[in-house]
C-alpha cells in the first residue's frame, strides 16, 4: 500500500469517530491479478447493493434442515415464495432504519428483490466515499471485460448497524467468468477416435454411452414438464443450437438431434465473438450438452446472466427466487475462491442458496478446478502451505459436485478442488462423515485447513475426457464443469420418477446424501494437488468413506432411484 494511503487512513480513523461509523468490511488489498489502477473519478455513479438483515434467518435454516432430513415429520414438504419470504424479508425496523437514513442523505433507495432483502441507491463515488467512509478505487483484471470499482475498507453509520448484512460492489472482489472446464483436445473436425470409455486412458473417451453405462443412467426419456433443469452462464454467454445437434447427432443418435433448451436472459450484457477459441463460450457448450444430451426428454432452461462479476451470482438468486414455478434443479459450473469473494457477501448469497433449497430446489455447485489450492491452481500457488477453499462449494445449503476419472477403479481427479470452509461451519448432516476422515490425518499433517469449517465437495463423477462439440470441432473436455451438469442430470431423472408416482421432488439433497452413502461408490484413491501444481504438492488423499477429494463417491443410480423411494 502507498504510504499517502496509510495517512489517509490515519484520517478516517478520526472521522469514524467523529460521525460515528463502524467499519463494516475491510481486507489488506486486492487478490492477485488485480491491476490498481487509481482513486474511481469522484463523478462516476455507482449502484450500492444492500443486503437487509433478514426477520429470521435461523428460522430459514431450521425449517430447511427438517424438510430435508429423512424421517422427519415435514420431510420434502418444501416451501412457497410467500413461505421462504416470511424468514427472509426484512423487519419493518429494518426496513425504517435504512429509509430514515437514505431520506436524511437525501438519496432515494429501491428495492432490488422479490423478498424486499436487497435494496439499492445510486450515488457518485465522492458521496459513496463520505457516506460510508470508503475509497472507491479502479481495478482490471485480465480475465474481466471491464474494469471494476472497489474499496478496501466500508463503513456503516451506527443506526444501520445490525440492519446491513452486505454491500456490494465494495470490498469483495471477484470474478466467475473462469469457468471450471478446459478443453484437452480440440480441432479435430471429425469424432475423437477412441477405443474405451476409461477416462484415465489415452486412447479413451468419456461419452454419453459411457456415462449411461458407468452410473446405470436410463435412455428411456423423462415425462413429466413440471420438472425443469436450470443451466446457468454468465457474462452474456449462451450455448450454441448448432454445436448441441453436432454433439446429438455423433453421441446420442436415439434422440432427435433438434432437441433443445430454453434460453433466459437476464440483463443487458452483450457478447461480441472475437472469432478466436472462446473458452467461456465453450463452458456454455459442455454445460448445455450434458444436461440435455443425459438428462433425456427433461425440459432444460439456460439462464444466461449479463454480467460477469458476484452480481451475476446475486441476479441469478434473485431472479430465481421470483419463479412461482421454479426448477427442480439448478446446475452451475462457475465459483469464486472463498477469501476473494470475502466472508459478508458469501454469507448472504449462501442464505440465498438455503432459500432456493428451501423451495425444493437442487442447488448444484461444481467444486472447482484447483485440488485444495481453489477454483484454480497455479504456479505461484503449489508451493503455498495454505489450502484455499471455493465459493458457493463452501456453502452447506448447495450440493457440490467433485471429479473423478478412470473406471476401474474411479479415482479422484488431480483437479478435484475441495477442502474445508473458513467461513461456514460444519453442519450437522455431515458431521460423523466428516469426522472419521479428520480421525485419519495424520498429526503431522500441517495445519494448512480449517478443521471446523464445512467439508466439500458432497459427491463426485466423471470429470476427464468427456466428449464435446464447440466452436466447429469435436474433441474432449475436463474439469468440474462437466461432472455437475451429469449429476444434475441424474437427480432430474430420478426427480421426473418421484413427480409420475406422486412424490414430492427430491429438492435439498445433502441430509439424504449423507444417510445414503451406500447408494454411491465409494472413491479410494487419488490425491488433490490442482491441476498444474505437481503431485509432490500437499493435498489431501482419498480415502474410504467420505473424503474432501470425491464426498461419499459417484453416484450408482438404481440405488438412488431406490433411495429417493425410502422415507427414511
Ligand atoms: C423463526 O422461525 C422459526 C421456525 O419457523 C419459528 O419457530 C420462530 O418462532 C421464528 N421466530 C421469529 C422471531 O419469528
Ligand atoms: C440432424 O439429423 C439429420 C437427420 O435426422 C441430419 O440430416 C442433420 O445433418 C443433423 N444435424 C446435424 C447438425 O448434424
Ligand atoms: C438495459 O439498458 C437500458 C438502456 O441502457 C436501461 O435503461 C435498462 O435499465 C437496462 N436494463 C437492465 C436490466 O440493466
Ligand atoms: C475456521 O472456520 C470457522 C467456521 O467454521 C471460522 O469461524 C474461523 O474463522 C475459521 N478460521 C480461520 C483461521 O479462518
Ligand atoms: C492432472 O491430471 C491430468 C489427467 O490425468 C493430467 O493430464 C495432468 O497432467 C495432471 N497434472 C499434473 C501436474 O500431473
Known sequence: MAPFLFLHLLTLVALVSARSLIVHDSRPDAPEGYVHHGAAPEDQQLTLRFALAGKNTSGLHDTLKAISTPGSASFRRW???????????????????FHSFASANGISASSASPHGDW??????????????????????HPSLAKPVTRTLSISLPVELAGHVDAIFPSTSFSNPRTPHAAPSELGTKGKPSFTSCDSSDPHGVMTPNCLQALYGIPLTPASRQDNRILVTGYGARSPSRESLAEFLTEY??????????????????????????????????????????????????????????????????????????????????????????????????????????????????SSGDGGVRGTHDSGTRCTSNVFVPAFPSSCPWVTTVGGTLGIRPEKAMNLTSGGFSNIFPRPAYQDTAVESFLAT????????????????????????????????????????????????????????????????????????????????????????????????????????????????????????????????
Open 119 to 140: 435494496v439499492s441507491i445510486t450515488v457518485p463515488v465522492s458521496k459513496a466515499n463520505a457516506l460510508f467512509q470508503a475509497q472507491y478505487q479502479t481495478y482490471s
Open 441 to 568: 490425518v495424520p498429526n503431522a499433517f500441517p495445519a494448512v485447513f480449517n478443521k471446523t469449517g464445512r467439508g466439500y465437495p458432497d459427491v463426485a463423477l466423471q470429470a476427464n475426457k468427456l466428449a464435446q462439440f464447440s466452436q466447429g470441432s469435436h474433441g474432449t473436455a475436463y474439469g468440474t464443469s462437466l461432472s455437475t451438469p451429469i449429476f444434475a442430470s441424474m437427480i432430474a431423472l430420478i426427480n421426473d420418477r418421484l413427480l409420475a408416482a406422486g412424490e414430492q421432488r427430491l429438492g435439498f439433497l445433502n441430509p439424504w446424501i449423507y444417510q445414503h452413502a451406500d447408494a454411491f461408490t465409494d472413491i479410494t484413491a487419488g490425491t488433490n494437488p490442482g491441476f498444474v501444481c505437481p503431485a509432490s504438492s500437499l493435498a489431501f488423499e482419498a480415502r474410504a468413506g467420505w473424503d474432501p477429494l470425491t464426498g461419499v463417491g459417484s453416484p450408482v443410480f438404481s440405488k438412488l432411484l431406490n433411495a429417493a423411494f425410502a422415507r427414511y
Open 252 to 365: 446420442r443418435p436415439d434422440i432427435s438431434n433438434k432437441t433443445g433448451f430454453n434460453l433466459i436472459r437476464l440483463g443487458n450484457g452483450t457478447f461480441t465473438s472475437t472469432g478466436l477459441f472462446d473458452i467461456t463460450t465453450f463452458e456454455t457448450d459442455i454445460d448445455i450438452q450434458h444436461t440435455v444430451g443425459i438428462a433425456t426428454g427433461v425440459p432444460v432452461e439456460f439462464l444466461s446472466v449479463g454480467k460477469d462479476n458476484a452480481d451475476a451470482f446475486l441476479d441469478t438468486i434473485t431472479f430465481v427466487e421470483g419463479l412461482q414455478d421454479p426448477p427442480s434443479v439448478m446446475t452451475s459450473s462457475y465459483g469464486f475462491d472463498e477469501s476473494s469473494l470475502g466472508a459478508t457477501i458469501a454469507t448472504k448469497m449462501c442464505n440465498g442458496y438455503a432459500g432456493l433449497a428451501a423451495r425444493g430446489i437442487t442447488v448444484l455447485f
Open 79 to 97: 416451501l412457497s415464495a410467500d413461505e421462504v419470504k416470511s424468514f427472509v424479508e426484512p423487519s419493518s425496523a429494518t426496513l425504517a432504519a
